[in-house]
């Protein structure tokens, strides 16, 4: 009798507990769908997801522009760890958080989201502004259906130290091809053991080789064959035996940080992102490099019309179960319009918005480099997205990367290495 | 009510039945702060990644039954085979090199010499040093061009020495000394509390019979370890199978696949692509494996503790 009353009670007490669960998740799915408030001239705090909000300059002016412009919404910023962010954001999301600004780090992530149906339909904001000049825009389209609107476009130019290139009288050809420019790195080495001055540094991602040949080539990264990295491998590899650039092997082992690589002073030549400009920029301000340095466009293939390269898009969306989500689509075209490029542009960051008076305003920043290549190489003609999106992209990067790796450390030759990915994408990702 | 039930038995039973009752509560109050926290962190997830190994989860929706699939896929990935390969071929370098190590320096420091306490401190130092630093350090000792290692190598008259991590023959050795040196310390402990216990006169008496300093070691101190040879055996076997922070700051399992081990492979397929089932599957196998070597090893033991 005393076990059954107190199994009983336990029984009753369970049964509360799940009653007060089902009735807060109830309650949770009410306030999801609790409607605007209907005053618009009260005031509204909008939640906007970002990572190291402190290091991470961009955010901060574009917040402190859109406040001005709208004085009567107020914007909290929910500061994530940079590595966490996908992690962080995907478990957000799938627990129901409302946070209203959810920025898509990568396309990644974006197609996720979008697939889960957990970003707000931004299809009829893209359709009713003009977008001829936002760059980046393709990557967010999904079957015709827009989720996001990007705010920032960086992609890849090369950075030149010009006092290295003047010493040795090297100026750079207009357009470049890979042959100058192994020809001109080749040319710009020099010293031997801790005086060494190399003509290029390539970074250890595999993008440096892989994806600026499937841009330049038009070659499809997701496809399973990959004989069209095979040129730009005998620059990369070519370089590299030739002791022109820092070895691989001794990149990757010791970490090796590409703005040391170019500040020091010991690398002619970079291919890099535009994102390092800000980068650049601070250390020079600080005192801690004193390179003189310049853009260049990508080099190209041998023919090419025009400048090809490749880059990466980040975008804002509205999360579906945004409470402001009309402040929140507010937010977003800010972001994306002529006033959000310019608040970016301030703080040595690329904007989506791609005008003459933006290139302006950019080279307009205290300590630019001021000659007309570097501005050229501002405005290149096509930006090819990084990686495109898929079911298969992660398992397909991780073999694309493994087997960079084999062939940079001289472990498989160029065309093994070509036809190793070929087998393994085809046999493990895509069967 | 108790009343009511208890009153029938005899006179002395209640007080016994209570006493045991009381007994048995006071004891599981007792065990219970501990249990709660064991059950809660420790048995719960484990039996939560037994049964994950046979669902699809992504974390996000909901679980699906898929019963062997995962495993039948592990069968097939090329990346498990390679993974298991690397961690058989760490496995079978660090646990006889760090055993043997281990014993050359506690026996070498059992003696007493001058400032053996420092040279028993120096030797226990790379194991309580930070692993990302013992890692970092170590790579750039091993920089295939401007290393230590094979500066020194070529001048010793090796003109074509190992590229270490920047080479897939040579990134696992490289891996192998790294782990070795960082738990020779250890081990080295346990064998010194190991060779305390020996008494003196077994070797005196062995000395008496005319056996030389081999012959000691292999007739007497062997044999006398033989329980903590038994404990780092086991203790090294599970460590072994289960490494995955020194690959990870070393070499992140490249150069290629070179270094991949099957830990790596469960965080890879499960926090960074978010297949925890196919990951809580690799872990499974991976937990069976270190249970039949284990098993194996205990085994081995009792046959030859009795023969």
Same mark, same amino acid.
């Not at chain 2, 890879?268 to 872990?283: D, L, P, T, V």
């Given at each position: 009798?005393?076990?059954?009353?107190?199994?009983?009670?336990?029984?009753?007490?369970?049964?509360?507990?799940?009653?007060?669960?089902?009735?807060?998740?109830?309650?949770?799915?009410?306030?999801?769908?609790?409607?605007?408030?209907?005053?618009?001239?009260?005031?509204?705090?909008?939640?906007?997801?970002?990572?190291?909000?402190?290091?991470?300059?961009?955010?901060? %002016?574009?917040?402190?522009?859109?406040?001005?412009?709208?004085?009567?919404?107020?914007?909290?910023?929910?500061?994530?760890?940079?590595?966490?962010?996908?992690?962080?954001?995907?478990?957000?999301?799938?627990?129901?958080?409302?946070?209203?600004?959810?920025?898509?780090?990568?396309?990644?992530?974006?197609?996720?989201?979008?697939?889960?149906?957990?970003?707000?339909?931004?299809?009829?904001?893209?359709?009713?502004?003009?977008?001829?000049?936002?760059?980046?825009?393709?990557?967010?389209?999904?079957?015709?259906?827009?989720?996001?609107?990007?705010?920032?476009?960086?992609?890849?130019?090369?950075?030149?130290?010009?006092?290295?290139?003047?010493?040795?009288?090297?100026?750079?050809?207009?357009?470049?091809?890979?042959?100058?420019?192994?020809?001109?790195?080749?040319?710009?080495?020099?010293?031997?053991?801790?005086?060494?001055?190399?003509?290029?540094?390539?970074?250890?991602?595999?993008?440096?080789?892989?994806?600026?040949?499937?841009?330049?080539?038009?070659?499809?990264?997701?496809?399973?064959?990959?004989?069209?990295?095979?040129?730009?491998?005998?620059?990369?590899?070519?370089?590299?035996? %030739?002791?022109?650039?820092?070895?691989?092997?001794?990149?990757?082992?010791?970490?090796?940080?590409?703005?040391?690589?170019?500040?020091?002073?010991?690398?002619?030549?970079?291919?890099?992102?535009?994102?390092?400009?800000?980068?650049?920029?601070? %250390?020079?301000?600080?005192?801690?490099?004193?390179?003189?340095?310049?853009?260049?466009?990508?080099?190209?293939?041998?023919?090419?019309?025009?400048?090809?390269?490749?880059?990466?898009?980040?975008?804002?969306?509205?999360?579906?179960?945004?409470?402001?989500?009309?402040?929140?689509?507010?937010?977003?075209?800010?972001?994306?319009?002529?006033?959000?490029?310019? %608040?970016?542009?301030?703080?040595?960051?690329?904007?989506?918005?791609?005008?003459?008076?933006?290139?302006?305003?950019?080279?307009?920043?205290?300590?630019?480099?001021?000659?007309?290549?570097?501005?050229?190489?501002?405005?290149?003609?096509?930006?090819?997205?990084?990686?495109?999106?898929?079911?298969?992209?992660?398992?397909?990067?991780?073999?694309?990367?493994?087997?960079?790796?084999?062939?940079?450390?001289?472990?498989?030759?160029?065309?093994?290495?070509?036809?190793?990915?070929?087998?393994?994408?085809?046999?493990?990702?895509?069967? | 009510?108790?009343?009511?039930?208890?009153?029938?038995?005899?006179?002395?039973?209640?007080?016994?039945?209570?006493?045991?009752?009381?007994?048995?509560?006071?004891?599981?109050?007792?065990?219970?702060?501990?249990?709660?926290?064991?059950?809660?962190?420790?048995?719960?997830?484990?039996?939560?990644?037994?049964?994950?190994?046979?669902?699809?989860?992504?974390?996000?929706?909901?679980?699906?039954?898929?019963?062997?699939?995962?495993?039948?896929?592990?069968?097939?990935?090329?990346?498990?085979?390679?993974?298991?390969?690397?961690?058989?071929?760490?496995?079978?370098?660090?646990?006889?090199?760090?055993?043997?190590?281990?014993?050359?320096?506690?026996?070498?420091?059992?003696?007493?010499?001058?400032?053996?306490?420092?040279?028993?401190?120096?030797?226990?130092?790379?194991?309580?040093?930070?692993?990302?630093?013992?890692?970092?350090?170590?790579?750039?000792?091993?920089?295939?061009?401007?290393?230590?290692?094979?500066?020194?190598?070529?001048?010793?008259?090796?003109?074509?020495?190992?590229?270490?991590?920047?080479?897939?023959?040579?990134?696992?050795?490289?891996?192998?000394?790294?782990?070795?040196?960082?738990?020779?310390?250890?081990?080295?402990?346990?064998?010194?509390?190991?060779?305390?216990?020996?008494?003196?006169?077994?070797?005196?008496?062995?000395?008496?019979?005319?056996?030389?300093?081999?012959?000691?070691?292999?007739?007497?101190?062997?044999?006398?370890?033989?329980?903590?040879?038994?404990?780092?055996?086991?203790?090294?076997?599970?460590?072994?199978?289960?490494?995955?922070?020194?690959?990870?700051?070393?070499?992140?399992?490249?150069?290629?696949?070179?270094?991949?081990?099957?830990?790596?492979?469960?965080?890879?397929?499960?926090?960074?692509?978010?297949?925890?089932?196919?990951?809580?599957?690799?872990?499974?196998?991976?937990?069976?494996?270190?249970?039949?070597?284990?098993?194996?090893?205990?085994?081995?033991?009792?046959?030859?503790?009795?023969?």
């Amino acid at each position: 009798m005393i076990t059954s009353g107190k199994g009983g009670a336990r029984r009753q007490a369970v049964k509360g507990l799940a009653l007060a669960g089902a009735l807060s998740l109830t309650l949770a799915a009410c306030g999801s769908g609790d409607p605007e408030p209907a005053d618009p001239n009260g005031k509204i705090t909008l939640s906007v997801t970002v990572w190291n909000l402190a290091k991470t300059p961009e955010f901060k %002016a574009l917040f402190d522009a859109f406040q001005q412009a709208n004085p009567n919404i107020t914007i909290k910023p929910v500061d994530i760890l940079a590595d966490d962010y996908p992690e962080k954001v995907t478990t957000m999301l799938a627990g129901g958080d409302k946070t209203d600004v959810i920025t898509m780090k990568n396309v990644t992530d974006y197609s996720r989201y979008s697939s889960r149906n957990q970003l707000l339909d931004l299809t009829d904001m893209v359709k009713s502004t003009d977008t001829s000049k936002l760059a980046g825009l393709d990557a967010f389209d999904v079957g015709g259906k827009y989720y996001a609107l990007p705010y920032r476009q960086d992609f890849w130019l090369l950075y030149y130290n010009k006092t290295l290139l003047d010493k040795a009288g090297v100026k750079l050809p207009e357009p470049m091809t890979w042959d100058d420019y192994v020809k001109i790195a080749k040319q710009l080495t020099s010293g031997e053991g801790g005086d060494k001055v190399y003509g290029a540094y390539h970074h250890t991602w595999r993008s440096v080789v892989q994806a600026v040949s499937a841009a330049q080539t038009g070659g499809d990264q997701l496809g399973g064959d990959y004989t069209f990295f095979t040129d730009q491998y005998n620059v990369a590899k070519g370089l590299q035996d %030739a002791g022109a650039v820092l070895d691989f092997g001794t990149a990757k082992s010791q970490q090796a940080d590409y703005r040391t690589q170019f500040e020091s002073g010991k690398t002619a030549m970079m291919p890099m992102g535009t994102w390092y400009i800000s980068g650049i920029l601070e %250390a020079k301000e600080k005192g801690a490099t004193d390179v003189e340095w310049g853009l260049a466009p990508m080099p190209q293939r041998p023919g090419a019309t025009g400048v090809t390269t490749f880059g990466s898009p980040t975008a804002f969306a509205v999360n579906k179960r945004s409470e402001h989500a009309d402040a929140a689509k507010k937010f977003v075209e800010f972001a994306a319009s002529k006033a959000g490029a310019e %608040a970016i542009t301030k703080v040595g960051v690329v904007p989506a918005l791609q005008t003459p008076e933006i290139t302006e305003a950019y080279f307009g920043l205290k300590g630019m480099p001021e000659d007309e290549l570097s501005k050229k190489a501002f405005e290149p003609d096509k930006v090819v997205l990084e990686m495109p999106v898929s079911e298969h992209t992660s398992d397909i990067d991780t073999i694309l990367n493994e087997e960079h790796e084999l062939i940079m450390v001289g472990d498989k030759s160029i065309a093994d290495g070509i036809r190793s990915m070929n087998e393994r994408v085809k046999s493990e990702v895509l069967n | 009510m108790t009343q009511a039930m208890t009153r029938p038995l005899p006179p002395a039973a209640p007080p016994r039945r209570r006493r045991s009752w009381r007994n048995i509560l006071v004891g599981w109050s007792f065990i219970l702060p501990n249990f709660i926290g064991f059950a809660l962190f420790t048995l719960v997830p484990m039996l939560a990644a037994f049964a994950l190994a046979f669902l699809d989860w992504d974390s996000y929706s909901t679980p699906e039954w898929v019963g062997l699939e995962n495993f039948e896929r592990l069968w097939r990935d090329q990346n498990f085979h390679v993974a298991l390969r690397n961690t058989l071929f760490y496995a079978a370098g660090h646990i006889p090199l760090t055993l043997a190590v281990a014993l050359g320096l506690a026996i070498v420091l059992d003696r007493k010499i001058r400032g053996v306490q420092f040279f028993r401190t120096a030797a226990f130092f790379p194991y309580i040093t930070s692993l990302v630093a013992v890692a970092v350090v170590w790579n750039m000792l091993f920089n295939p061009t401007a290393g230590p290692i094979n500066q020194f190598l070529e001048a010793i008259g090796i003109s074509d020495p190992p590229r270490w991590v920047a080479s897939t023959d040579w990134a696992m050795p490289a891996v192998i000394i790294t782990s070795v040196w960082r738990d020779m310390g250890y081990y080295m402990v346990l064998y010194l509390a190991g060779l305390q216990t020996i008494p003196r006169e077994y070797y005196e008496a062995a000395r008496v019979d005319g056996a030389g300093a081999w012959q000691r070691f292999w007739n007497v101190t062997l044999p006398c370890l033989r329980p903590t040879t038994f404990f780092v055996l086991v203790m090294l076997t599970i460590q072994s199978f289960k490494v995955l922070d020194l690959i990870v700051v070393m070499t992140d399992g490249g150069p290629g696949r070179s270094t991949l081990v099957l830990a790596q492979l469960v965080y890879r397929e499960g926090i960074r692509e978010g297949q925890f089932g196919y990951s809580s599957a690799i872990a499974l196998v991976l937990f069976l494996i270190v249970l039949t070597v284990t098993v194996l090893q205990f085994r081995l033991n009792e046959r030859r503790s009795t023969s």
